[in-house]
T-cell receptor, first 113, second 113 residues
Framework: DQQVKQNSPSLSVQEGRISILNCDYT??????FLWYKKYPAEGPTFLISISSIKDKNEDGRFTVFLNKSAKHLSLHIVPSQPGDSAVYFC????????????FGTGTLLAVQP | SAVISQKPSRDICQRGTSLTIQCQVDSQVTMMFWYRQQPGQSLTLIAT?????????ESGFVIDKFPISRPNLTFSTLTVSNMSPEDSSIYLC??????????FGSGTRLTVV
C-alpha cells in the first residue's frame, strides 16, 4: 500500500525553464510534507517543507504547493539549473508520537543545458 | 539541524554473514529512524529506535533479521543478519521530527555476494 506516490518516474526540462514535480498521498492524517533531493551514493538532502495549515511555501528557487482537498502537492523549481539534476522524493508525516516519514517513489529530474 | 556520521559508507559481504552499521549524531535526539533503499526503489522505513526501549519495526521487517541497538541519545546501530543478495541496498539512518526537520546520514551501500 503506497501511501505517497509520485506518478512520473522521470522528467526532462531545459535549463532556465520551470520544473514541476508532483506527488499524491492517500492518508488524510498526514499533516507535514517535505521534498528531498538525492544524488547517487549520498543521503537525501532536505529542500523544502510545508505543513497542512499552509497551501504554499517558498524558499528561493523552490516553491511547494499543497492542495489538501485533492491530497496533492507539487514542487516548482524556477529557473531550473543543470545542478538540479537528481532524484526528488516527496515525503509525508502524520506527526504525533511516531514522527516517521513515508517516502514517495521518486522522480528523476534531468535538466538539459 | 543535526549532523549524522554514518559508517561504513559501503561494504561487500559474503552471504550468510552479518554487517553492523553505525550512526553517530552530534546532538541528543529522542528518535532515530532506519531506512532501506533497494535498487531503483524509494526509501522504506525499517524501524524507529528510541533510547531505552525496543525498536518499533515496520511491517515486513523483523528484529531477528535487523536487530537495532540504541544505547544512548546520540548513537544507534543496525545489523543486517544472515545476509542474502536480496539484502543488497542502501541503508540510511535519520533523525528529526515534523517540528524541527529531518536529517539523513550519507548512507551505507551494501552489496551481498
Amino acid at each position: 500500500d503506497q501511501q505517497v506516490k509520485q506518478n512520473s518516474p522521470s522528467l526532462s526540462v531545459q535549463e532556465g525553464r520551470i520544473s514541476i514535480l508532483n506527488c499524491d498521498y492517500t492518508n488524510s492524517m498526514f499533516d507535514y510534507f517535505l521534498w528531498y533531493k538525492k544524488y547517487p551514493a549520498e543521503g537525501p538532502t532536505f529542500l523544502i517543507s510545508i505543513s497542512s495549515i499552509k497551501d504554499k511555501n517558498e524558499d528561493g528557487r523552490f516553491t511547494v504547493f499543497l492542495n489538501k482537498s485533492a491530497k496533492h502537492l507539487s514542487l516548482h523549481i524556477v529557473p531550473s539549473q543543470p545542478g538540479d539534476s537528481a532524484v526528488y522524493f516527496c515525503a509525508a508525516s502524520a506527526g504525533g508520537a511516531t514522527n516517521k516519514l513515508i517516502f514517495g517513489t521518486g522522480t528523476l529530474l534531468a535538466v538539459q543545458p | 539541524s543535526a549532523v549524522i556520521s554514518q559508517k561504513p559508507s559501503r561494504d561487500i559481504c559474503q552471504r550468510g554473514t552479518s554487517l553492523t552499521i553505525q550512526c553517530q549524531v552530534d546532538s541528543q535526539v529522542t528518535m532515530m529512524f532506519w531506512y532501506r533503499q533497494q535498487p531503483g526503489q524509494s526509501l522504506t522505513l525499517i524501524a524507529t529506535a528510541n533510547q531505552g526501549s525496543e525498536a518499533t519495526y515496520e511491517s515486513g521487517f523483523v528484529i531477528d533479521k535487523f536487530p537495532i541497538s540504541r544505547p544512548n541519545l546520540t548513537f544507534s546501530t543496525l545489523t543486517v543478519s544472515n545476509m542474502s543478495p536480496e539484502d543488497s541496498s542502501i541503508y540510511l539512518c535519520s533523525v528529526g521530527g515534523w517540528d524541527y526537520g529531518y536529517t539523513f546520514g550519507s548512507g551505507t551501500r551494501l552489496t551481498v555476494v
